[in-house]
């Protein structure tokens, strides 16, 4: 009986935590971005640097050297090293709502919480790689390494990791119930 409010209580969590931001969608404007950054003794736009963020996305830059195989496969190489980098901001922001909730409830079902993460960080996963987008390029002048910014919408990963959440929780509340049930017959 514990571990089901548990259980339902970190899936009430999750939803608010990942949706309580979330807003109506507006048209999006790109701004210019005048703050630069200095990489390799080279100005380059405040986003290679790292230190760009947006309200309404998820944002990541990755890069890659300039590669004998050319300019295209050099870019594909810099946009997925930015989508795992974007898989692993997720990643991460995931495991802080999860460990901050459990912290303040108290909660010592570690390995339950665990699983559900685990579950969900891995369907977050597919969905990020597959819906983020490159945003902005850069390429350097020195050495022609690739810089790109890729962004998924954060309205979007939150409902999808808000359905994950509910949808592991059910599944860890029935195998409970059912080693209950289990345990009871015997």
Known sequence: MNK???????????????????SKKEAYTPKKLEVECT???????????GSYEEK????????????????NFTR????????ANLVN????????????????AGLKEQEEVEKVVTTVA??????????????????????????VLVAIDKESVNSYVA??????????IQIKNSEDALNNIQ
């Open 122 to 147: 891995k369907q977050t996963s597919n969905m990020t790689l597959s819906d983020s987008k490159q945003i902005s390029y850069w390429q350097s002048e020195k050495d022609n390494s690739i810089f």
């Open 4 to 22: 089901k409010i548990f259980l339902n209580s970190l899936a009430i969590l999750a939803i608010l935590s990942f949706t309580a931001c979330s």
């Open 76 to 83: 594909n190489e810099a946009v997925l090293n930015a989508k």
């Open 89 to 104: 901001k997720i990643k991460a922001n995931l495991q802080t709502n999860a460990d901050s909730y459990m912290r303040s």
């Open 56 to 71: 309404d996305r998820f944002v990541a830059v990755g890069s890659a050297p300039f590669s004998k195989l050319g300019h």
């Open 39 to 49: 990489i390799q003794g080279e100005k380059a736009p405040a986003w290679v640097c």
């Open 163 to 172: 359905n994950s959440f509910k949808k592991a929780v059910d599944n860890e």
